[in-house]
Nanobody, 116 residues
Framework: QVQLVESGGGLVQAGGSLRLSCAVS????????MNWYRQAPGKQRELVAL???????NYADSVKGRFTISRDNDKNTAYLQMNSLKPEDTAVYYC??????????WGQGTQVTVSS
C-alpha cells in the first residue's frame, strides 16, 4: 500500500525559496507519475508539476522556470524546489501518486505561505 507524507512547507518572504518533500512508503514500483498540486483559499486545486517514470515533466505556466520537480529513488522521495516565490504561490501543496491500474494516492498537504 502506497502512502505519501509531505513536508517542508512554511512561511517565506517573496523572492525566497522552499523545497517540499514527499516521502513515499509502500510499493514504489507501482507509481507511474508523481504530481504536485496546490490549492489556495477560494480557488480550485490546480496541478503544479508532474514527473513520470520516464523522466517526462510538465509544469503549470504560472510556475514554469521557478519550480522544479524531481525524485530521489534511493530515498523514495519526490521534491518540489520552489524559487522566486510570490505571494500568489501561497497555498496548501499536495503530492499525488498515480499508480498502475488507475489508482491515485494523495498526501495530506503542507502549507506554504509567501509574504510580501
Amino acid at each position: 500500500q502506497v502512502q505519501l507524507v509531505e513536508s517542508g512547507g512554511g512561511l517565506v518572504q517573496a523572492g525566497g525559496s522552499l523545497r517540499l518533500s514527499c516521502a513515499v512508503s509502500g510499493n514504489i514500483f507501482s507509481i507511474n507519475v508523481m504530481n504536485w498540486y496546490r490549492q489556495a483559499p477560494g480557488k480550485q486545486r490546480e496541478l503544479v508539476a508532474l514527473l513520470a517514470t520516464s523522466g517526462r515533466t510538465n509544469y503549470a505556466d504560472s510556475v514554469k522556470g521557478r519550480f522544479t520537480i524531481s525524485r530521489d529513488n534511493d530515498k523514495n522521495t519526490a521534491y518540489l524546489q520552489m524559487n522566486s516565490l510570490k505571494p500568489e504561490d501561497t497555498a496548501v501543496y499536495y503530492c499525488k501518486a498515480d499508480l498502475s491500474g488507475g489508482r491515485q494516492v494523495w498526501g495530506q498537504g503542507t502549507q506554504v505561505t509567501v509574504s510580501s
